[in-house]
């Protein structure tokens, strides 16, 4: 069949939009017409060529919701018309990761999703008869696309796409970062590196979590407001800090906070995160996600004094098993997702929705197919 899709055909290019050729679900796969997806900066972070694992030609986005219009032989926990949010992080129930309590990095299929293809080594994409490559499992920035039955999670029907898509990545990370990484304390002081898509949704899960003092730490002014609508406590923009930024917020945070977390990508960042985390007990989470060459650097001394550094994917959560959960929170109001998704577009306007991450006007962009 043919999918409208946006096609990143070289690395930093533009999104180009193409119809592409799209083979059906094979054994263990579903076919997924995707009815919306958010953009998110780790999809910029690929297009632009700072991803080591980044490959060209590939349909990007990681973040949709859809229906299952065909299920492969063998598939059992999906049928036709299911509704569901594609999982770049699967969830197989099986591998050795999956059975370890301790993580949600599910293995099953990791090795062949990094290369781009699907578990039995082939890409169902084509153009003009040449293979396209799969994106994180999912490809969402296609209106059609196929992944694993494990790499789907089945979610209720009422739920609005354009919104639930959200949860595809950025809510589940950032909430979950708080809930199933840093597993936050009520009464605890922490701060955010970061307020964009994923930040604020850090910020929305210490809220939940019964955070006390909930600082957030962004460049840009523009992000105060949204953040304070979803439980920041109190701004500081680095720029207006006259000084170094750490002691200051050790100072605010009366001795260093209980939390801190990175959601912008830069290693300068997640220094500052890690070293104005309480002595003894601080602990810190990496969200953000590096361009190749990039490494992290603290002196041990830092770790010695009892603070922790950590890092999360998708938020420690395991897909099949919390995304339909968080699709109920966010339906029975424990969450909000309307406010952060700040500009809608179609799929031709892609590469605007990427021009607003850039201006830092967009909190969310989503594709509405
Ligand atoms: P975004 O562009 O929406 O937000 C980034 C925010 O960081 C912006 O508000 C920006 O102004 C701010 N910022 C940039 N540099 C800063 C600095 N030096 N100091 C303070 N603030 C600064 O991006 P996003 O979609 O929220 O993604 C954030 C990061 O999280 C990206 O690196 C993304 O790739 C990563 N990510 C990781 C996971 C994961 O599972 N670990 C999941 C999703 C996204
Ligand atoms: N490929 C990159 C790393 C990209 C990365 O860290 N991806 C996160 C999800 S970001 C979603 O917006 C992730 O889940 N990582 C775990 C994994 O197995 O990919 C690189 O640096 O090589
Ligand atoms: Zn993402």
């Not at 299920?71 to 990761?97: Q, W």
């Not at 089945?154 to 609005?160: L, N, T, V, W, Y």
Request: glycine content about 14%.
């Amino acid at each position: 069949m043919k999918s409208r899709a946006a096609v990143a055909m070289a690395s930093g290019a533009p999104l180009e939009i193409a119809d592409v050729d799209l083979e059906g679900p094979r054994e263990g796969e579903v076919l997924v017409e995707i009815k919306a997806t958010g953009l998110c900066h780790t999809d910029e972070f690929t297009r632009s060529g700072a991803d080591p694992e980044g490959i060209f030609p590939a349909i990007l986005g990681h973040e949709g919701a859809g229906v299952v219009v065909e299920v492969g032989p063998g598939v059992k926990s999906l049928k036709k018309g299911d509704h569901v949010i594609p999982l770049y992080t699967p969830e197989c129930r099986e591998c050795e990761y999956c059975l370890n309590p301790k993580t949600n990095l599910c293995q099953a299929v990791r090795e062949t999703q990094g290369k781009g293809l699907m578990p039995d080594g082939s890409s169902r994409f084509s153009l003009d008869g040449k293979p396209v490559f799969h994106y994180m499992g999912t490809s969402t920035f296609s209106n059609y696309t196929v992944m694993p039955e494990i790499a789907a999670a089945k979610i209720r029907e009422d739920a609005p796409f354009d919104k639930v898509c959200y949860i595809g990545c950025g809510v589940t990370t950032g909430i979950g970062a708080v809930i199933n990484t840093a597993k936050v304390e009520i009464g605890s002081r922490c701060v955010v590196f970061g307020l964009g898509g994923i930040g604020l949704n850090v910020i929305q899960g210490l809220r939940l979590a019964g955070a006390d003092m909930i600082v957030g730490v962004d460049l840009n002014p523009g992000r105060e407001e949204m953040a304070r609508r979803f439980g920041m406590t109190h701004f500081v923009n680095p720029t207006e800090v006259g000084g170094d930024l750490v002691p200051y917020l050790v100072n605010l945070t009366k001795g260093g906070a209980d939390y801190t977390f990175d959601a912008t990508g830069n290693v300068k960042v997640m220094r500052d995160a890690l070293e104005c985390a309480h002595k003894g007990w601080g602990v810190s989470v990496i969200i953000g996600v590096a361009p190749a060459g990039a490494e992290i650097s603290t002196r041990p001394f830092q770790l010695v004094t009892g603070r922790t550094w950590k890092g999360t994917a998708f938020g420690g959560a395991r897909g099949r098993t919390d995304v339909p959960k968080i699709v109920d929170w966010y339906m029975d109001g424990k969450i909000e997702i309307d406010p952060m998704i700040t500009h809608t577009m179609p799929l031709e306007d892609i590469n605007k929705g990427f021009d607003l991450m850039h201006k830092g006007e967009s909190i969310r962009g989503v594709v509405l197919y």
